[in-house]
């Protein structure tokens, strides 16, 4: 598997820059070992990545790589999609960089449900910019930016995204990586806009500052938390306080994607188009033509 996961790397840029004890670099070998499993061809793969720790994984990463702007990755996804219908493309983004700065860009992804696939990292901050509030940080959490506790609702991104249209949603947590890797390999086998949110610890801009400094206990605590769907079900809304509900959230297959209705109706258009043409024509023709 190691031989096989090196197609995939720029193997001559490691050892990565991030923290020792940082979940990013957990999720991104699961991503990794999906396009093993998966089979993609590097050439028809495309990573597009916005601005913060989770997107220098674009660095690493020997497919085809956008390293963007700050919010933007998605829209710069549309466009790569729309432009190579046939190509898997991937966004890696952050909690920040997709849910506050590119919120917009976020919602209107999951709107038109195009086919593309969304890993967010939510690691509950600002890593690579200084320990900032992240819109996904609970109350009473402390940055660098509200140093006596954070006092916003944070958001559920997943019931946002479901909420905004994205035809499959799911949820995991680096602690669990096998089943974070099965939730990324679904989310890239189905057709439409997929959102994945990946619960990652940050030991050194979020942890160091609430108290939980060292990694392994950091995702211990995520383990310790998470709750599968199917169990959450059965859980009233007192037990569910300060858990993680993770697995496949929402999937409809039913729902059109984007390229497919743009297709139609741009050959609804031709059709209606070339019509018209032939309706110009005959009125243009002499008397005697018509008939």
Known sequence: ?????????????????????????????????????????????????????????????????????????????????????????????????????????????????????????????????????????????????ARHGQIERPFDLCRLTQAAGASFVARGVAANIREMEKLIKRGMQHVGFSFVEAVVPCPTEFGRRNGMSNPINMLEDARARAVSVVKAAKMSPEELQGKIVTGVLHEDESAPEFQQVYAAAAALQAEATEAQSQVDDLVKAPAGDKG
């Open 1 to 145: 598997m190691t031989l096989q996961i090196e197609q995939y790397l720029h193997t001559e840029r490691l050892p990565h820059i991030w923290c020792p004890g940082c979940g990013l670099g957990i999720v991104t070998g699961a991503f990794l070992r999906v396009l093993v499993d998966l089979g993609l061809e590097r050439e028809n793969t495309v990573v597009v990545s916005g601005i913060g720790c989770s997107s220098r994984a674009a660095n690493y990463l020997d497919v085809g790589t956008v390293h963007s702007i700050h919010g933007r990755a998605l829209a710069v996804a549309t466009g790569v999609k729309m432009a190579r219908p046939g190509f898997k493309v991937v966004v890696f983004t952050g909690d920040g960089d997709a849910a506050a700065i590119g919120g917009n860009h976020l919602i209107h992804a999951c709107r038109r449900n195009i086919d593309i696939t969304c890993i967010l990292f939510n690691n509950q901050t600002y890593g690579m910019t200084g320990g900032q509030t992240a819109p996904t940080m609970n109350v009473g959490d402390r940055s660098t930016t």
